[in-house]
């Protein structure tokens, strides 16, 4: 069992799962901070790979990967922080990528790469199932978990198509639109939880807009396996780039309170 | 096309998920209008009651006489906007329309595609926003003003290099918010299949027209078809329908400020194989495949990607591509300006400035069609202020 399965379950509460920007701000910092999100609880880490047209982003993350790649990190820093990281902690990490980075670097090599450095899973946000075979059986080879995208747009037969190929976790979106701190969560998004539910046994971790623990909880109670947030941790990363000691300390403590809301028994 | 979508092994579906259905949707609606004799009848008669076409095949004695070769000029100055753009939005929006689409977003460089998005979105009473980067708007401040006036949004983007990318990516990210309602009339044969298809197969008019006219007037076949390339559709429309034949195809891209000194945008030229805006072809990025800032004089070519069809007839070597510099550009603009009273876009100016650098491979009896992809009154103020063509 990999380590990403191992987490998922082992716990008895939706998991939470981190993401922050590889290389943002900058190398140091960032490991920084994937220390700080660990110290907090973050049960999966989700790494993005700086893109120069990062066209699923919000705002948020397209400053963040122009902060990263403004500090010269490229896939080879990006593995050399995963490295680092697995110095210290058994926390299953996550890629998230565009294609064409993978493509550049050759796929081949990038998942070997992947793979040495101790990354568990990767999502290659514009890799639709129907151009994924080539990847996935790389990814199997190299035992990393080919990670897919759901949204509210998927029909039923494109579930069941993606539900075969993933591995790790399904990663439904739960707005129609970019990444992004949301007020709302949609009802539509509840159906869509439902839905992919009835075609796969896959765990389902939700993300896209959540950052409050009041949001967490919504998803907790309509039974996702696990919340992911990226922007709101972003956000954090953003307003304390002159102060990475306050960095460290509030997102410690981000992390803390949201995986709080997310214990069952603690459940309103 | 060997596989669904794909040119040899350029091509695809590179999107988010979201997006997907959008895209199934899409093919299959393309599908069905396309052996619908209903909708080619409404697109002919559009063509020729608003949008002007059969354009001339123009004859030019005076730029003839100077180049050493037979120069005949497809005018695609001359439809409805001033370019070959309307070709492709008028099939779009008719296809929207067929899909009950209530909202048109599109993307624009020089403002031709977002002023061809305008006229349909007015024609056809769909309402219309058009992403536009920055330093573009300034560029092409006339067609902001003209897609304004015929009642289309504008929205300025200020990420990455406030050009053409960065409004495609712009356009991208609205559409995968607002993909229910909301057709996304791409501008050139780029993007995500089936645009690149769908793109080639409206502007085929343009290829078909004037195979047609040459042989009417000259009993024969050209030897030579010269078009610019951007993100390749004028270029690939008028080629199409001359690739089995025997005719020398040239594309001629972006050379900036020449390619050695990266700033420039000739993608076939100077690129290699890469994924961006949903599409595998040829792009300008750097070694780790991040997308490189590109630069031309004219604002349409400003792009690091091209169609992966035009990938594929560059690795075959059925068309030749070839790149010419800024300032060969203005020479180009200028002359034919003065030798035929025919004010070239800057981006079709590439075209007859590839033809002005290469008299040497021309006979006096060799008949060479250049695509004049659109006029340059868009132009005139940036020409103007640079005092290069006085
Ligand atoms: C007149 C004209 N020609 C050519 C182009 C380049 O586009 P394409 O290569 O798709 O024809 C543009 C784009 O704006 C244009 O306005």
Redesign the pocket.
Same mark, same amino acid.
């Given at each position: 069992m990999g380590r990403i399965e191992e987490v998922l379950t082992g716990s008895k509460s939706p998991v939470f799962i981190g993401f922050t920007v590889a290389g943002d701000p900058d190398k140091t910092t960032c490991v920084r901070i994937a220390r700080a999100l660990i110290a907090g609880g973050t049960d999966i880490l989700e790494l993005g790979v700086p893109f120069s047209d990062p066209v699923a982003d919000g705002p948020t993350i397209q400053k963040a990967d122009e902060r990263a790649l403004g500090a010269k990190t490229t896939p080879a820093t990006v593995f050399a922080i995963v490295r680092e990281i697995r110095t210290e902690s058994d926390v299953p990490i996550v890629l998230l990528t565009y294609y064409n980075i993978v493509y550049r670097r050759g796929i081949e090599r990038f998942y070997r790469e992947a793979h040495d450095a101790g990354v568990d899973g990767i999502l290659i946000a514009d890799m639709p199932v129907e151009e994924s075979d080539e990847v996935c059986n790389i990814a199997s080879r190299r035992d990393i978990a080919p990670i897919f995208l759901i949204s509210q747009t998927t029909s039923d037969k494109r579930i069941k198509k993606i539900a075969a190929k993933a591995r790790g976790y399904l990663y439904l979106v739960a707005v129609l639109g970019v990444t992004g701190v949301r007020d709302e969560v949609s009802g539509r998004a509840i159906d869509l939880l439902n839905r992919v539910r009835r075609h796969t046994s896959l765990p389902l971790a939700i993300g896209f807009g959540i950052s409050t623990p009041e949001q967490a909880q919504i998803w907790a109670r309509a039974g996702a396996d696990g919340v992911i947030v990226g922007s709101a941790i972003v956000e954090i990363v953003e307003r304390n780039l002159k102060d990475p000691d306050a960095m460290e300390r509030e997102l410690k403590e981000y992390v803390t309170d949201m995986k709080k809301a997310l214990i069952r028994d603690h459940l309103p | 096309m060997t596989k669904k979508g794909r040119y040899g092994k350029y091509g695809g579906q590179y999107v988010s998920e979201t997006l997907m259905s959008a895209l199934i949707e899409l093919e299959s609606a393309y599908t069905n209008v396309s052996t619908d004799p209903q909708f080619a009848s409404d697109l002919t008669a559009l063509q020729a009651e608003y949008a002007g076409r059969e354009t001339p095949l123009t004859f030019c004695p005076n730029a003839s006489g100077k180049l050493g070769c037979k120069i005949y000029l497809k005018r695609?100055?001359l439809v409805h906007g001033?370019? +070959?753009?309307l070709n492709n939005t008028l099939g779009q929006a008719l296809l929207a329309k067929r899909m009950g689409k209530k909202r048109l977003i599109a993307e624009?460089?020089?403002?031709? +595609?977002g002023v061809a998005t305008a006229i349909v979105g007015a024609a056809l009473g769909i309402p219309v926003e058009v992403y536009m980067g920055e330093v573009d708007m300034r560029r092409q401040a006339l067609n902001v003003f003209r897609m304004e006036l015929m009642g289309a949004k504008v929205i300025p983007v200020r990420c990455g290099t406030r050009t053409?990318k960065d409004a495609i990516n712009e356009a991208l990210r609205d559409w995968v918010a607002n993909v229910r309602d909301t057709y996304y009339l791409i501008?050139? $044969?780029?993007g995500p299949h089936p645009y690149p298809l769908m793109?080639r197969n409206f502007?085929s008019v343009i290829g078909r027209e004037a195979r047609e006219q040459v042989i009417r007037k000259e009993r024969r076949l050209p030897d030579a078809v010269v078009?610019?390339?951007?993100?390749?559709?004028?270029?690939?429309?008028i080629f199409y329908p001359f690739l089995s034949d025997d005719v020398e195809l040239i594309g001629v891209e972006a050379g900036g400020k020449g390619i050695n000194t990266g700033k420039h945008s000739a993608t076939l030229c100077a690129g290699d194989a890469g994924v961006l805006h949903g599409t595998l072809s040829y792009l300008l990025q750097d070694e780790q495949g991040q997308v490189l800032p590109t630069h031309s004089i004219?604002?349409?070519?400003d792009?690091p990607g $091209?169609?992966p069809e035009h990938a594929m007839l560059k690795d075959n070597r059925r068309v030749t591509y070839a790149a010419v510099n800024d300032p060969e550009v203005l020479d180009a603009f200028r002359f034919l300006s003065r030798t035929e009273g025919i004010i070239p876009?800057?981006?079709?100016a590439h075209a007859v400035a590839y033809v002005m650098q290469n008299t040497e491979r021309f006979d006096k009896d060799d008949i060479v069609i250049i695509n004049l992809?659109?006029?340059g009154d868009?132009d005139v103020a940036e020409v103007a202020a640079m005092k290069v063509c006085a």
């Open positions: - | 695609e100055d001033g370019s +070959h753009k624009t460089g020089a403002g031709q +595609h053409l501008g050139s $044969v780029v793109v502007q078009a610019c390339v951007g993100g390749g559709s004028n270029a690939i429309g004219s604002a349409g070519l792009y $091209v169609g876009a800057l981006e079709s992809s659109g006029r868009k």
